[in-house]
């Protein structure tokens, strides 16, 4: 078990590459204030305490009777009759108790393992999402005041008699839907940053430090996809075929006969019409009890049971095993994906602002046109957007490939 608990302490997620100081102050906050992890603590310390329950014997039994109607014997009459009882389990019954006891607190504290990695891939997602969103607003205001000079610039034009009316308007009508873009992403935004704010338990208008930094490194480190037998998700299978192994052991320790032992007491009255030997003693007559389970059909179905939990807790861990491998190798897959966007995206932009550049110098001679213009300027924009997504999406990747990971 204490070894268990040092693996487990030992891959505790938080983002291995990207991450950031705020990041990682967000997922710690949220470990420690989460509603869903002190739930699954509370489990656990209950888990905890079945195991002190599992060592108390049965109650002890203690009955008193009075005699209504005293039997007479040749000592006396009989008064009333105490009798005291305590039934105790076979050999080593108690043992496979605390034990199977302890399997189940086992497992038990591998969820809480896996409820802090899903919590703290929870918190970089909602994070990575509150970037993209706020560089978004950016990149969206940047185009806005550069739809702005050129607003000027058409403005001079048509005054000169170098460009229509309609160019001016053109700028405008794509102003207004940015701005109407703009308006959008600021109510993703809030909505964002509640939920955000909920993960840490935090008051949903709480403010939310996120980095402008984030970036995709010039060289990123191949991976390949690892051996997933340490991971808590798997490590929780192994923990309750575990449990069911010393289920079973307890049902073999339960099918056996169980002993009682007890002692009967009976005051007795003296007896006044004649004097005999013992006259008047009591009674004490120590009781020895075995229960027997002689129709073991019970017993024999929970085994039953056990066989066929044993085998499905193998299948689903297969299952689930099946489910990471693929859900990291398609993690790796989108985070190589999203390096080629992000390189292509970047070439895409230098070249537009190459194109901008041009349309501008023909300003100067001016022969600018500003349908060009705007077309220029919405593949900007959208460049802009794709670059700003394949970072986001790069890092959703890492963290992802982080959760799966087991020695994180």
């Given at each position: 078990?204490?070894?268990?608990k040092?693996?487990?302490?030992?891959?505790?997620?938080?983002?291995?590459?990207?991450?950031?100081?705020?990041?990682?102050s967000?997922?710690?906050?949220?470990l420690?204030?989460?509603?869903?992890?002190?739930?699954?603590?509370?489990?656990?310390?209950?888990?905890?305490e079945?195991?002190n329950?599992?060592?108390?014997?049965?109650?002890?039994?203690?009955?008193?009777?009075?005699?209504?109607?005293?039997p007479?014997?040749?000592t006396g009459?009989?008064?009333?009759?105490?009798?005291?009882?305590?039934?105790?389990?076979?050999?080593?019954t108690?043992t496979?108790?605390?034990?199977?006891?302890?399997?189940?607190?086992?497992?038990q504290?591998?969820?809480?393992?896996?409820?802090?990695?899903?919590?703290?891939?929870?918190?970089?997602?909602?994070?990575?999402?509150?970037f993209?969103l706020?560089?978004?607003?950016?990149?969206?205001?940047?185009?806005?005041?550069?739809?702005?000079?050129?607003?000027?610039?058409?403005?001079?034009s048509?005054?000169?008699?170098?460009?229509?009316?309609v160019?001016?308007?053109?700028?405008q009508?794509?102003?207004?839907?940015?701005?109407?873009?703009?308006?959008v992403?600021?109510?993703?935004t809030?909505?964002?940053?509640?939920?955000?704010?909920?993960?840490?338990?935090?008051?949903e208008?709480?403010?939310?430090?996120?980095?402008?930094?984030?970036?995709?490194?010039?060289?990123v480190?191949?991976?390949?996809?690892?051996q997933?037998?340490?991971?808590?998700?798997?490590l929780?299978?192994?923990?309750?075929y575990?449990?069911?192994?010393?289920?079973?052991q307890?049902?073999?320790?339960e099918?056996?006969?169980?002993?009682?032992?007890?002692?009967?007491?009976?005051?007795?009255?003296?007896?006044?019409?004649?004097?005999?030997?013992?006259?008047?003693?009591?009674?004490?007559?120590p009781?020895?009890t075995?229960?027997?389970?002689?129709?073991?059909?019970?017993?024999?179905?929970?085994?039953?049971?056990?066989?066929?939990?044993?085998?499905?807790?193998?299948?689903?861990?297969?299952?689930?095993?099946?489910?990471?491998?693929n859900?990291?190798?398609?993690a790796?897959?989108n985070?190589?994906?999203?390096?080629?966007?992000?390189?292509?995206?970047?070439?895409?932009?230098?070249?537009a602002?190459?194109?901008?550049?041009?349309?501008?110098?023909?300003?100067?001679?001016?022969?600018?046109?500003?349908?060009?213009?705007?077309?220029?300027?919405?593949?900007?924009?959208?460049?802009q957007?794709?670059?700003?997504?394949?970072?986001?999406?790069?890092?959703?990747?890492?963290a992802?490939?982080?959760?799966?990971?087991?020695?994180?």
């Amino acid at each position: 078990m204490k070894k268990l608990k040092l693996l487990l302490f030992s891959i505790l997620l938080f983002p291995s590459e990207g991450h950031t100081q705020e990041l990682t102050s967000y997922i710690q906050t949220a470990l420690a204030n989460n509603p869903e992890i002190q739930v699954v603590d509370m489990r656990y310390a209950l888990a905890e305490e079945k195991v002190n329950e599992t060592n108390s014997l049965p109650n002890t039994e203690l009955t008193a009777g009075y005699f209504i109607s005293e039997p007479e014997t040749r000592t006396g009459a009989q008064r009333a009759r105490f009798s005291l009882r305590q039934m105790i389990p076979w050999f080593g019954t108690l043992t496979a108790r605390e034990t199977y006891a302890a399997s189940m607190a086992e497992a038990q504290y591998v969820d809480i393992a896996i409820a802090k990695r899903k919590l703290a891939l929870e918190v970089a997602q909602g994070y990575y999402t509150l970037f993209a969103l706020k560089e978004k607003q950016l990149v969206l205001l940047e185009n806005i005041r550069l739809l702005q000079t050129y607003e000027q610039l058409a403005l001079t034009s048509v005054e000169v008699g170098t460009a229509s009316a309609v160019d001016v308007l053109r700028l405008q009508i794509r102003q207004n839907e940015l701005q109407q873009e703009l308006a959008v992403l600021q109510e993703q935004t809030k909505a964002q940053e509640a939920m955000f704010n909920n993960m840490l338990h935090r008051t949903e208008d709480s403010t939310v430090e996120i980095t402008d930094t984030l970036s995709i490194p010039s060289e990123v480190i191949s991976v390949e996809p690892t051996q997933l037998e340490l991971h808590p998700e798997l490590l929780r299978y192994d923990a309750l075929y575990e449990s069911v192994v010393q289920a079973e052991q307890l049902n073999r320790k339960e099918a056996a006969p169980s002993l009682g032992f007890g002692l009967d007491y009976i005051p007795v009255s003296n007896r006044s019409d004649m004097n005999v030997s013992e006259n008047g003693k009591d009674i004490l007559m120590p009781m020895l009890t075995v229960s027997v389970p002689i129709f073991s059909k019970k017993y024999t179905s929970v085994s039953k049971q056990n066989q066929l939990r044993q085998q499905e807790l193998i299948a689903q861990k297969e299952t689930r095993q099946n489910v990471l491998d693929n859900l990291v190798r398609t993690a790796i897959s989108n985070r190589n994906s999203a390096v080629i966007r992000y390189r292509t995206q970047m070439q895409n932009l230098a070249q537009a602002k190459d194109a901008e550049e041009i349309l501008l110098k023909n300003y100067e001679t001016g022969t600018i046109d500003f349908t060009d213009v705007l077309d220029i300027q919405e593949l900007q924009l959208m460049f802009q957007k794709q670059i700003i997504e394949s970072i986001t999406d790069f890092h959703r990747q890492t963290a992802l490939m982080a959760y799966v990971s087991p020695s994180n």
